[in-house]
Structure formats: structure tokens, C-alpha cells
């Protein structure tokens, strides 16, 4: 299956939480277009970034995510409350709660994870971001 113009193929990214040493930091450089081959191929490039990769002594931050090379970033993990059936946080610590340098502060401020996926996608706008929701612990 080669060809340009190929649509519905995808590519999965190679599990993209290739446990880097960095430290957290903000995603703060200006918009950078989407690679070329990648814009030109039609290819659906996919990366699952997993929120606990932000712990322990070699974090995988969101800011460390290819995001040039990708189509689209699947987080993990929310969950579904067994008795209201609505989405939950699945790791509020990491997904809203964490403050990274810049971040809006006090009552009712937005962070963690997810603002710093938002500011990965006005940096690349071609990127599209999914959660996963329920997963192994999670899958009743």
C-alpha cells in the first residue's frame, strides 16, 4: 500500500512516549508547520502520550511530543464514573491540577496537561488531540 493520496491509512507512532530526560518545562516557541512529507503523504500519523510519563526521574513531558511529525495525539487516560456515567479526570494532578511555568494561578485556573496540549496545538495547528477513555485499570 504506497501511494500519494492514500487516505484512511494509519500509522501508528511508534508508541510515542520515548522516555527522554527532560525536565517539565512550557511549550512558549512560536507556530511551526506541520513536516512537509507528512503534510504531502495523507498518512494519519498517531502518538499515544500517556499522562504518567510526566513522573519519575526521566519524564516524558507533552512539550517533548514530535508534534511536527504527527497528525494526531491520543491521551491517556479519562474514565467513565461507574455511577454517574460521566467522563472523569482520569489523573487530575497531571491532566488540570499541575502548574507549569506561566500558567495562569488562583481559583478555578486552568493547567496541567491539558492546557499544555492547547498550547501545543496553537504552536502546530494541523494537530488534532483524542482522549482515551477507560483503559486497563479503568476497563469495567
Known amino acids: 500500500m504506497t501511494g500519494k493520496g492514500r487516505t484512511g491509512r ?11 530526560a527532560c525536565a517539565g518545562r512550557p511549550i512558549t516557541e ?23 510519563t510526566a513522573r519519575g526521574s526521566t ?9 511536527h511529525l504527527l497528525t494526531h ?22 491532566d488540570t491540577d499541575r502548574l507549569f511555568p506561566g500558567d495562569p494561578q488562583g481559583v478555578g485556573a486552568f493547567g ?3 492546557r499544555q496540549l ?3 496545538k ?5 494537530l488534532k488531540t483524542l482522549i482515551s477513555v477507560g483503559g486497563w485499570t479503568w476497563s469495567g
Do not use: C, T
Open 10 to 20: 494509519v500509522v501508528l507512532g511508534a508508541a510515542v512516549f520515548l522516555l527522554a
Open 30 to 52: 512560536k507556530k511551526v508547520p506541520m513536516d512537509d512529507r507528512l503534510a504531502s503523504s495523507g498518512m494519519r500519523v498517531v502518538a499515544y502520550y500517556p499522562s504518567w
Open 59 to 67: 519524564p516524558y513531558e507533552v512539550a517533548d511530543i514530535p508534534a
Open 73 to 94: 495525539v491520543n491521551y491517556a487516560f479519562a474514565n467513565v464514573g461507574a455511577k454517574s456515567g460521566q467522563i472523569a479526570l482520569g489523573q487530575p494532578d497531571l
Open 112 to 114: 496541567g496537561h491539558f
Open 118 to 120: 492547547l498550547l501545543l
Open 122 to 126: 496553537e504552536r502546530y495547528p494541523h
